[in-house]
């Protein structure tokens, strides 16, 4: 096990509880770069609450069906509502204190305007990129879901609340964020970048040759390949924020 810092032991011991919203059917070449091309999957959109602070934490705010279908045309269906969602952490949108956003794509901030109290900490270089993007992912940031939210911009590795790290993985978009969170079991890692466990654990015939496997989906293949070697080396615990079996999952650890 490996502290989250060296006064880990003086820190808050989060759990993270998983909020599944959606599941979108996806092409699995778009989560595992050269691999599963073909293969559809019914691949989950999260929300993450983290439990155990003095401030109620949301790690993005996933997206719903209507999101996915409205704005990209996707066959989409709901698990929960948002609100549904966090009634099983006995919350509601507005009681949110901090949004953290691992980046700005659709299925991770279509309900971030619900929290309407809250601050929602992005970095800086991925809101330049959301209000900019490239056209090889333009179509993926939708402008009217994030403009005017009330933005708490950071730049780099920092700590934003005792034992809650933000480490970027830039790669699969600029300014992607990586969120480590205290533990009971070490530290757990909440991915940022669209990946399911394969991303991590490739299978025999694909490890021999890469350790991990970059999303499909990205800017710069070999930068998203490092920062998942990255998030790897770093993780007790690493939660890819796509993961199909986390769905019936209920907290971590
Ligand atoms: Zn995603």
Request: glycine content about 6%; overall charge negative.
């Amino acid at each position: 096990m490996t502290p989250a810092s060296d006064s880990s032991a003086l820190l808050p011991l989060y759990t993270i509880r998983p909020l599944p919203l959606a599941y979108v059917s996806q092409d699995m070449g778009n989560f595992t770069y050269r691999c599963n091309n073909g293969r559809r999957i019914d691949l989950p959109i999260f929300a993450w609450y983290i439990e155990g602070g003095v401030q109620r934490v949301l790690v993005d705010t996933g997206a719903n069906a209507e999101h996915l279908k409205k704005y990209r045309g996707f066959d989409a269906v709901d698990i929960n509502t948002f609100e549904d969602a966090l009634l099983r952490v006995g919350l509601k949108p507005m009681d949110i204190d901090v949004v953290i956003q691992t980046h700005l794509m659709i299925d991770h901030c279509a309900n971030t305007r619900k929290c309407g109290r809250a601050r929602v900490v992005v970095q800086q270089d991925e809101l330049e990129f959301a209000l900019a993007p490239h056209p090889i992912l333009a179509p993926t940031y939708i402008r009217e879901l994030f403009m005017g939210l009330n933005f708490h911009l950071v730049d780099g590795h920092c700590e934003i609340l005792p034992g809650i790290e933000l480490i970027p993985v830039p790669g699969h978009s600029p300014g992607c964020q990586a969120v480590s969170i205290n533990t009971a079991k070490g530290r757990a890692v909440i991915t940022g970048m669209c990946t399911v466990r394969e991303n991590f654990e490739p299978p025999a015939g694909v490890r021999e040759f890469m350790p991990v496997i970059p999303p499909g989906i990205h800017l710069d293949a070999v930068e998203a390949f490092n920062s998942a070697l990255r998030i790897k080396a770093l993780a007790d615990i690493i939660i890819p924020v796509h993961e199909p079996a986390l769905v019936n999952v209920d907290r971590i650890p």
